[in-house]
């Protein structure tokens, strides 16, 4: 009996030969209901790949990592899923790494990745990276790598976004509807490209109303959370207090309501909120917060998509691949 | 000049060869002073492990897992940061697996550990999990595992816990305190041993108070969101609803607030609620709600250490440590 091959499977199930091996390498190309009739063939024919092939094969880790900052953040924590679903369908496994806004943390895992440990990299970086030299490194090492959310502009690769010029733009007009003459812009460190993109849109909006961009309402909070509370607290005591809040990172909402609680500063009376958060009690928050809600779970599976579409094809080219899905405004009762 | 070997390091230093031994294994049990003198002066001499130590440590991959459920709970969240403390001192990797409270899923990861990815596992099971011949295996091969959290009776290792039973008795004693006589009790599924505990705790509570327990107050949620709201809403409709509820788990606080928003049920008026949860947002909830809080860090930190220990000690036996760390109630506006 002749040995079976690629070929003689193709025969069988009226394929192209090309069919038959990107469903054997469970490329995303072939609808599942062909993987399973070839692998149900090939299972029943007792079909053995080639040397050659499986070497191949085996070369791989079947195995990605995310290297993210934390995963105490909703957006994070749903953008794992998002990343998961895809890695499950390819049968991969996914490997997470927290850098804990630690640059020095972040190069390390890098580093080590050059080990072969994994087959490709989803990052989303420290709000402390500026450098670059390690990310780049690891591409020539032939890593494929895709940044996602929180990217950085020199690097040439895949990136996947949330439109967040637009985001802190549209924030900052709603406050501006709502009567806010004084609107204050809570930020984390300004190294990061998202951070300024949000604040550039906020001040833009601020700039077309005629409305004074104040230098000491815009605060650049820290990790340091006793910190944070004492600036915050300090910005809603001053006499000329601000009548609006834009705060762009989830974990400084609830310092300003403890602050506003504090000092009995009623939410939206006296000062009107609205915060980028993903956090699914939003809507039970004393008072529910409106929200700028980026797509998390959609941003990490394109991610994923365009590190498998470049794990899969050895002609896809990760650099021509920007993609930007916008956030979404949820009005609710603090402003 | 002789070579550079650890009994010359140790004479030098004044320090028995088996301490400088462990000092340069960064074994636990020397201090972090003994540990720089050692180093500096190995460094100093250029002194080059042999190559049979060498070869044993590099067996090694400085790398450890842990399995999870997911990471969108503030318990797990924050322990996982308890278990970074410790390995980052240790300069070992911290790899995250997540189940989504899948059984095959966990199978899976744990079977791949068996090829030498990982020195040591932390797991904490899904929901799922009854049968326990993956973790079985896992040790057989020589792994060290160690449970925390969700754990399983009948796997002998060291578990580390929170004091679930009593937790649940103190709930229970506080919504009684309060007033409540027809008290609901939400939880996930049944087979996880911390759920029925608390459960247990809730029973003899209403027991030791002569509370009738009510086999349609007693609620078994799962992963499906629109299904649990649509059970709490039929809960809280009913004419003989429930005075006072305890929500064993974390996110499903979420549609108890949103059910009692759209029926109009004043909390803690019509109904007192006590919620098992580590979300900083709890106090800034409306209204704030009362705690049950589970010392994550803490438990995340002890497993970690153990594990540690069971790598850095051949004859350290996982199989004799359980250590319990209380829970915390905190007295907030819901009761």
């Not at 972040?106 to 990052?123: Q, Y």
């Not at 607290?233 to 309501?257: A, H, N, R």
């Not at 917060?289 to 080219?317: M, R, V, W």
């Amino acid at each position: 009996m002749p040995a079976v091959d690629i070929r003689s499977l193709a025969k069988h199930l009226n394929l192209s030969p090309g069919t038959v091996s990107k469903a054997l390498k469970d490329s995303y190309e072939i609808s599942a209901e062909t993987k399973k009739r070839v692998l149900s063939l090939a299972k029943k024919l007792n079909y053995v790949p080639n040397a050659y092939a499986s070497g191949l094969r085996k070369k791989r880790s079947k195995t990605i990592a995310v290297v993210l900052p934390e995963v105490a953040d909703s957006f994070f924590s749903i953008a794992i899923n998002g990343i998961e679903s895809v890695a499950q369908q390819k049968g991969y496994h996914v490997l997470i790494y927290l850098t804990h806004e630690n640059f020095l943390k972040e190069k390390t895992i890098l580093n080590d990745f050059k080990s072969g440990r994994v087959d490709g990299v989803l990052i989303s970086v420290t709000r402390e990276t500026i450098a670059t030299k390690h990310i780049l490194e690891l591409q020539s090492s032939g890593m494929p790598v895709v940044l996602f959310d929180r990217i950085v502009d020199q690097i040439e690769t895949a990136k996947v976004r949330t439109n967040d010029f637009e985001s802190g733009y549209i924030a900052t007009q709603h406050l501006i509807k709502r009567g806010c003459k004084n609107i204050s812009y809570l930020s984390n460190s300004k190294s990061l490209g998202i951070t300024n993109e949000r604040m550039e849109g906020c001040r833009k909006a601020l700039e077309e109303n005629d409305l004074s961009i104040k230098k000491n309402f815009f605060i650049e909070c820290s990790n340091d959370e006793a910190n944070n509370y004492k600036r915050i607290k300090s910005l809603l005591s001053q006499k000329d207090c601000p009548d609006g809040i834009l705060v762009s990172i989830e974990k400084l909402t609830i310092p300003v309501y403890q602050v506003c609680n504090e000092l009995k500063l009623n939410i939206p009376g006296s000062l009107k909120v609205i915060g980028f958060s993903l956090s699914p009690s939003a809507s039970i928050l004393n008072p529910a917060i409106t929200t700028i809600t980026q797509p998390a779970y959609e941003i990490g599976e394109a991610a994923a998509t365009l590190l498998f579409k470049s794990l899969e094809k050895s002609n896809f080219d990760l650099k021509n691949e920007k993609i930007i899905l916008p956030s979404v405004l949820t009005i609710r009762s603090s402003t």
